[in-house]
């Protein structure tokens, strides 16, 4: 058991640049997320997914799209890369409903290692 | 949206001594509240959380206070060690799509 886990672990792009991150879970989580985090800042959500085929924005959506193919991955592109977008990159993945009850709510997010991604 | 907010953005205790960080947020349908610890070039990990149900919760030297009326929340660590220095996130959710909205963080330093 896995967890969750990023390829690739850092990256160097020159600006305009392209990429794809990667987000792997074997925990059969209904739910992933994209966060950005910066120097100093707490993580910002990017782009989330609440099942295989569907993708909504986060609060930091501008200059990323995410695909989510296949229940355990979840995808996040930069199609011209910016040195805005420069920054520690972490994907993170949750069950639907809680443990221990029947309704959908909140659930311990489970974080993979992070990419650091450095745009020149 | 969702905003939260942390106070202190730094702490540091000596080791032994106890170490508050306390949150604010915005949204009163906020529902959930996890504390996640990150140490140096690693990911964070959550070491206790809250829902609106409880007031309060405890595990080991640690525990999470919630006031649903004032909204806000606060995490207690007793009897510090060295390691648990780190920098340390409060978070809330409402429970949409399970998103979370982080505070921006805390660096704790234990002194030995």
């Known amino acids: 058991n896995a967890g969750v886990t990023q390829t690739p672990k850092f990256r160097v792009l020159k600006t305009g640049q392209s990429m794809t991150l990667l987000c792997a879970q074997d925990?059969?989580?209904?739910?992933m997320y994209w966060y950005r985090q910066d120097p100093g800042m707490g993580l910002r959500l990017i782009h989330y997914?609440?099942?295989?085929?569907?993708?909504a924005k986060g609060e930091v959506p501008d200059g990323y799209n995410v695909s989510r193919l296949k229940k355990q991955n979840f995808l996040l592109g930069l199609e011209s890369a910016a040195p805005s977008q420069t920054s520690v990159y972490f994907c993170a993945s949750s069950y639907a409903v809680p443990s221990g009850s029947s309704i959908p709510g909140p659930d311990t997010q489970y974080f993979g290692p992070g990419t650091r991604l450095t745009v020149l | 949206g969702e905003n939260v907010e942390q106070h202190p953005s730094t702490l540091s205790v000596q080791e032994g001594d106890s170490a508050v960080i306390k949150c604010t947020y915005s949204d009163s349908a906020s529902n959930y509240f996890p504390w996640y610890k990150q140490e140096l070039g690693k990911r964070p990990q959550l070491i206790i959380d809250?829902?609106?149900?409880?007031g309060e919760k405890k595990d080991q030297r640690i525990a999470v206070t919630l006031n649903k009326t004032a909204k806000h929340f606060s995490l207690h660590i007793t009897e510090t060690q060295p390691e648990d220095s780190a920098v340390y996130f409060c978070a809330a959710s409402t429970g949409a799509g399970n998103k979370l909205t982080f505070g921006g963080g805390t660096r704790v330093l234990v002194k030995p």
């Open positions: 997914s609440v099942g295989e085929g569907t993708t």
């Open positions: 809250i829902r609106s149900n409880v």
């Open positions: 925990m059969n989580h209904e739910y």
